[in-house]
């Protein structure tokens, strides 16, 4: 490549793994220069080299490459010390997102004097869920939080620091405090006080959450469109304060909450006119998600914008009430349904003549059932015709001839079909997947593993739609 103009060399060094960048910058003087060029050095992605990663050699790369124009900066699983975070702040003082990924560690200081440590000032985004060590110095430096929007705590990061760290964080959109176990309901109504502009909130396996400041928590907080409380030990009587009525909230998990009644759960729905993700999987131990609920939201339309319903490990619903609600659900896309005794695979296959537009399905009978001994199969190809991912529970073959003939069909009547997932298949089903045939455009897998999707308005959704300079 003798001879090109710096510009094109900048251009395709743009598209190099930061590995070979770094590879590329030993060719030649020319190449080292381009390869430091800190255009190339905005958004950085170290994920992939932070567990070989030393303290010397990251503090290299902030002198050497990191610079003001360092916008995105994610630190995968690094041990990074107070000095190391001191550098940052010196030398890149507009990076806006900072992320921390699984196994990271902010090691003590190595200085004798204590250290007062600082965070860039401009950050907008800062996930500290993972990380462990001793963030203390947080309680004291809270005035460098005052442009944080998306903000990620964990067990370690909350320890002494809340509710001191919301003070200044007048901007805060979305928040995520998963088992953070110092997370209390009145740390969430300091939090409302402070925060006003929250979107997002996600409690999930927060144990002291009762939700006994939820009034003042939505009354503060008028823009909140997610909820997410997944195992958190919150009570009827939070979901039946007139607050609820001030909030739109479009997305609510509550699955696995296992004090919740049926009474909490009609008092919720009677109030969401705008849900689309509604996760009630497992609630109050199985018996909160009634008849009686589905049919409250169906007579009240409160489902007009439902998209994705998770009622699965309900152990008592009957096809009869989610036939009715899925009449009243235009839009509902995702769906998932298991361990419920009443509904069988033959009753699930008339559940699916009201789900035109259904895309996701997570299907489950009490026990195992036979994949073609209903109507299950061929409803779902001839009424399900949007259909992308298909999870099946508990399913076994019969007569593995006819069911080869079954499983191909499904893979090919429903033409937007990419996967089809077997959980816990019989060893009958398994024989029969072998003898799939491998030109099938859906893909057949076997994973314990939900299709369901998650909530869209998250911290996690943020941080994946970060783009990096570089790719791993």
């Known amino acids: 490549m003798d001879g090109l103009p710096d510009v094109v060399l900048l251009k395709i060094f743009s598209f190099l793994p930061i590995a070979d960048l770094g ?21 950085v992605n170290l994920r992939r080299f932070s567990n070989s990663m030393t303290e010397e050699t990251l503090q290299n790369l902030i002198r050497t490459r990191f610079s003001s124009q360092l916008v995105s900066l994610n630190l995968g699983g690094s041990k990074v010390s107070h000095e190391v975070f001191m550098e940052l702040s010196r030398k890149c003082k507009h990076i806006k997102h900072l992320v921390f990924g699984r196994g990271s560690k902010l090691k003590s200081s190595c200085m004798k004097r204590p250290t007062t440590v600082e965070f860039p000032s401009e950050l907008e985004l800062l996930e500290l869920r993972p990380v462990k060590g001793d963030f203390s110095f947080i309680r004291r430096i809270s005035r460098h939080f005052c442009s944080i929007k998306y903000l990620g705590i964990g067990v370690m990061t909350s320890k002494g620091n809340i509710p001191y760290l919301f003070t200044k964080m007048q901007q805060l959109v979305i928040l995520d405090c998963t088992n953070c176990d110092t997370f209390t309901d009145d740390v969430l109504s300091k939090v409302a006080q402070n925060c006003p502009l929250l979107e997002s909130v996600c409690l999930n396996g927060c144990k002291s959450i009762y939700g006994s400041t939820f009034s003042e928590f939505l009354s503060c907080c008028p823009r909140l469109k997610t909820l997410l409380l997944r195992y958190t030990p919150v009570r009827d009587e939070c979901f039946q304060v007139y607050s609820w009525n001030n909030v739109q909230i479009e997305e609510i998990d509550i699955s696995a909450c296992a004090q919740l009644t049926q009474i909490g759960l009609i008092s919720l729905v ?27 939201m169906a007579s009240r339309r409160s489902c007009m914008k439902l998209q994705m319903l998770d009622v699965r490990w309900s152990l008592t619903l009957t096809p009869d009430a989610l036939f009715a609600l899925a009449q009243a659900a235009p ?8 361990q419920s005794s009443n509904i069988t695979p033959a009753a699930m296959a008339e559940v699916l003549i009201a789900l035109p537009r259904l895309e996701v399905l997570e299907y489950g009978a009490f026990g195992k059932a036979a994949l073609s001994d209903s109507m299950f199969i061929p409803n779902l190809i001839q009424c399900c015709k949007y259909l992308s991912s298909l999870s099946l529970i508990n399913f076994a073959s019969l007569e593995i001839n006819s069911d080869t003939i079954v499983l191909s069909a499904l893979a090919e009547g429903c033409p937007s079909l990419r996967r089809i997932n077997l959980c816990e298949p019989d060893q009958t089903l398994l024989a029969l997947v072998q003898r799939a045939p491998s030109h099938t455009r859906a893909k057949i897998t076997q994973k314990w593993q939900c299709v369901l999707p998650p909530p869209i308005h998250t911290l996690d959704t943020v941080i994946s739609s970060l783009r990096y300079n570089h790719p791993l």
């Open 23 to 43: 590879r590329a910058c030993r060719v030649c003087s020319q190449w080292q220069r381009i390869a430091y060029d800190h255009t190339l050095w905005k958004s």
């Open 270 to 296: 009677s109030k969401m006119q705008n849900i689309k993700y509604l996760n009630l999987s497992y609630c109050g131990v199985g018996r909160a998600v009634t008849d009686a609920v589905l049919l409250e």
């Open 331 to 338: 839009s509902l896309k995702c769906l998932g349904v298991y």
